[in-house]
């Protein structure tokens, strides 16, 4: 799976955890995010660069993190087609994915730790929208995504 991955300033040192276990476990990681420690990318940029690679299709799923990840997040959600929730626990993370077919994670560089957010990343990348579902719930996720794309078309 080719995953993109985005920060900002505040949050340099986690993406770059994120990415080299992501990287160590298969997955090709296109960074379009702050490069190095000294560079100023702001959070809006961050989100814009990745919300258009999961727009285009060049990337399945995102990983997009600030320092709380509830900005980035807002930023990337205005983007047709992005789905992005931020996320503080490993459980929720693995959820978004499974439960609500989202395509980004975000998380805050000031809120997880390294090892947190590596395998919060690892969960969320794993995780299969409805799989294992009864065939009952499988069709109303079906049905309540149907109807965020729909809210979304009215926009």
Same mark, same amino acid.
Not at 85 to 91: G, K, P, Q, T
């Given at each position: 799976?080719?995953v993109?991955?985005?920060c ?8 770059? +955890?994120? &990415?080299?276990? =992501? ?9 379009? @995010?702050?490069?190095?420690?000294? !560079? ?44 992005c ?7 929720t +993370?693995? &959820?978004?994915? =499974? ?9 805050? @560089?000031?809120?997880?730790?390294? !090892? ?9 990348l794993?995780?299969k ?16 995504y ?5 809210i979304?078309?009215?926009m």
């Open positions: 799976m080719k993109g991955i985005a900002e300033s505040s949050s340099f040192l986690l993406k770059e +955890a994120v &990415k080299k276990h =992501l990287t160590g476990l298969g997955y090709e990681v296109v960074d379009v @995010g702050q490069q190095t420690a000294e !560079d100023n990318v702001l959070y809006f940029e961050a989100a814009a660069n990745l919300a258009k690679l999961i727009q285009s299709g060049e990337c399945q799923r995102g990983i997009a993190i600030c320092g709380t990840g509830a900005g980035i997040s807002m930023v990337c959600n205005k983007f047709r087609g992005v789905y929730v931020a996320c503080e626990s490993v459980f +993370a693995e &959820k978004i994915s =499974l439960i609500n077919n989202a395509n980004v994670l975000a998380m805050g @560089g000031r809120v997880v730790s390294w !090892d947190m957010g590596c395998e919060m990343a690892e969960k969320f794993a995780g929208w409805c799989e294992g579902f009864a065939e009952q719930r499988r069709l109303n996720n079906e049905k309540g149907a109807v965020l794309q729909e979304e078309g009215g």
